[in-house]
T-cell receptor, first 112, second 114 residues
Framework: DAKTTQPTSMDCAEGRAANLPCNHS???????VYWYRQIHSQGPQYIIH???NNETNEMASLIITEDRKSSTLILPHATLRDTAVYYC?????????????FGGGTRLMVKP | ETGVTQTPRHLVMGMTNKKSLKCEQH?????MYWYKQSAKKPLELMFV???????ENNSVPSRFSPECPNSSHLFLHLHTLQPEDSALYLC?????????????FGSGTQLSVL
């Protein structure tokens, strides 16, 4: 699986957009970009994923650069409950199915 | 509520004890996973089961013994653990073969080995 690089931590003001970057310069053509988040003492939660096109759902938007070497997760109006560790993961299928390798993630702190 | 339930939520055990962690999913998935999350470390994949068959053992010590009696249940049997095994143990499930499998995680069991 391609490796990802994320900032260790970020702050965001409540109500503002949170933009979380991720670099995945060695991504392969058939690998998806996934985002999960983990609120303290809970299991990770799926947010969004994409291959080439930008994606949006009720939680967030995912912007993938044209060369696919980086992406940005956007939380349009961050709330205090969005404080969590956000993981950017590039996934490759193997015979065993879906194997996700988690890195250190970005610790997002939303402040009042 | 993610549809994946783990029990117990917290567990304290001695190094000579035998205990089991339980995971149950109500999502109709056919793949289940055990992950370990130690303090200040990334999640580590331990085991993967697809259609009740173990398809991945990520060099996990034999003091951790998984069991998957059916596609909805997954156990992790623990015996003669060490203090460094204290961690959050997370169970997850997914539906393989769909092309964009998402993992659904339980809330985890916080294990302390004394």
């Amino acid at each position: 699986d391609a490796k990802t690089t994320q900032p260790t931590s970020m702050d965001c003001a409540e109500g503002r957009a949170a933009n979380l970057p991720c670099n995945h310069s060695t991504i392969s053509g058939n690998e998806y970009v996934y985002w999960y988040r983990q609120i303290h003492s809970q299991g990770p939660q799926y947010i969004i994923h994409g291959l080439k096109n930008n994606e949006t759902n009720e939680m967030a938007s995912l912007i993938i650069t044209e060369d696919r070497k980086s992406s940005t997760l956007i939380l349009p109006h961050a709330t205090l409950r969005d404080t969590a560790v956000y993981y950017c993961i590039v996934r490759a299928l193997n015979n065993a199915g879906n194997m996700l390798t988690f890195g250190g993630g970005t610790r997002l702190m939303v402040k009042p | 509520e993610t549809g994946v339930t783990q029990t117990p939520r917290h567990l304290v055990m001695g190094m000579t004890n035998k205990k089991s962690l339980k995971c149950e999913q109500h999502l109709g998935h056919n793949a289940m996973y055990w992950y370990k999350q130690s303090a200040k470390k990334p999640l580590e994949l331990m085991f993967v089961y697809n259609f009740k068959e173990q398809t991945e053992n990520n060099s996990v010590p034999s003091r951790f013994s998984p069991e998957c009696p059916n596609s909805s249940h997954l156990f992790l049997h623990l015996h003669t653990l060490q203090p460094e095994d204290s961690a959050l143990y997370l169970c997850a499930s997914s539906q393989p073969g769909t092309g964009d499998e998402k993992l659904f995680f339980g809330s985890g069991t916080q294990l302390s080995v004394l």
